[in-house]
């Protein structure tokens, strides 16, 4: 039995989102991140996006301008998807929707500073959801830690007018609709449709709000300390010339931040708090990001496996059968010919 192919395939069956529910779209399959620099069309504002539960393909989702930093392959993102919020990967970034699409949802926030997968391991899952066809989402979510998903329900609650205002003269209907809210924010999905049509005008009127309630991750990712230069190179390097585990720290991030953890510096904490008082480095934290699981030439071994004796014997065992089975096999074949070979044939 021959293994997968390990030439990741570039298809699979993409969707987008319009309206409340993504719907399928009849847009080019789905290619890896790497593939994204060969399309035509580049819109910096849109996004791929894998969602954690087992629905084919990738949605498109609109990036507003206060996540346009984050908004990166591999960064989880919270999304509307159905009725509710749920956990995507951004899969793809800067891709167009097809033309029929008129609007896109937004996201609704970006949950980490640095994408917690890298590009390597979102186009590993991508090829893995084409080549078993399995839903990409569910890949996906299997490679993220157990329990990092987030959701969100909405929620309405009283305004503060809208508690002023049930102290007054209210039609019976909208005093029945607030009295609803009195005992605290209720979830829009519990409610019937019809109710929820009938909380439309109050929120025009500004006494209803409509919240996103987030529930918790029950896990975190691994979190790393960066280190970077707060000031020009030169002038870190001048301050720092007499101390030289310091300016071992300088030299170290000179081309840009680095974790603390790759700085190559013994003993390099102690520095980077002394830097960081005097105000030549500054340090932050963000989620670390996950290694991708190695593919290609990366999977091949570094040294042949050396077989025990019971091993061997069986090996050969197996071998002498196979070549006593192809003898049997091969019409005019001679005795103690090699497996595969034929008279008059060298």
């Not at 030439?7 to 789905?30: I, Q, R, Y």
């Not at 998807?81 to 896109?104: D, N, W």
């Not at 899952?125 to 066809?133: M, V």
């Not at 979190?223 to 020009?232: G, I, K």
């Amino acid at each position: 039995m021959t293994g997968p192919d390990p030439t990741p395939p570039s298809t699979a069956s993409p969707k987008v989102s319009t309206g409340t529910m993504p719907v399928p779209a009849p847009a080019p399959a789905l290619a890896l991140a790497s593939d994204v620099p060969a399309r035509a069309a580049v819109r910096l504002d849109t996004v791929e996006v894998l969602v954690t539960v087992a629905v084919p393909g990738a949605y498109h989702y609109r990036v507003p301008a206060r996540f346009a930093a984050t908004a990166k392959v591999g960064a989880r993102v919270l999304v509307r998807f159905g009725g509710k919020q749920i956990t995507g990967v951004i899969a793809r970034a800067g891709t167009p929707p097809p033309p029929e699409v008129k609007k896109l949802i937004d996201l609704a926030d970006v949950l980490d500073d640095e994408p917690a997968l890298s590009t390597e391991l979102v186009e590993l899952c991508l090829w893995i959801a084409s080549y078993y066809e399995a839903a990409p989402g569910e890949v996906i979510k299997a490679a993220l830690p157990a329990g990092s998903g987030v959701k969100a329900r909405r929620m309405l609650a009283l305004t503060a007018a809208g508690e002023a205002i049930l102290a007054g003269a209210l039609p019976p209907k909208a005093r029945a609709l607030l009295g609803r809210l009195e005992g605290g924010p209720i979830a829009t999905a519990a409610l019937p449709a019809t109710v929820r049509k009938g909380f439309a005008p109050l929120i025009e009127q500004g006494w209803v709000t409509e919240l996103d309630e987030r529930e918790a991750a029950r896990t975190r990712l691994k979190r790393e300390r960066v280190v970077e230069l707060a000031v020009p190179l030169d002038q870190a390097r001048a301050a720092a010339a007499r101390a030289p585990k310091r300016l071992a720290v300088i030299e170290a991030i000179a081309e840009g931040a680095r974790t603390v953890h790759d700085l190559g510096v013994a003993n390099a904490a102690a520095a980077i708090r002394e830097l960081e008082k005097v105000g030549l480095v500054r340090t932050t934290e963000r989620e670390a990001a996950l290694d991708a699981a190695p593919i290609g030439d990366a999977l091949k071994p570094t040294s042949s496996p050396t077989p025990t004796q019971e091993q061997a014997h069986a090996v050969s065992a197996i071998i002498e059968s196979l070549h006593g089975s192809l003898r049997a096999s091969l019409p005019g074949s001679l005795p103690g010919s090699l497996p595969g070979s034929l008279p008059g044939r060298v």
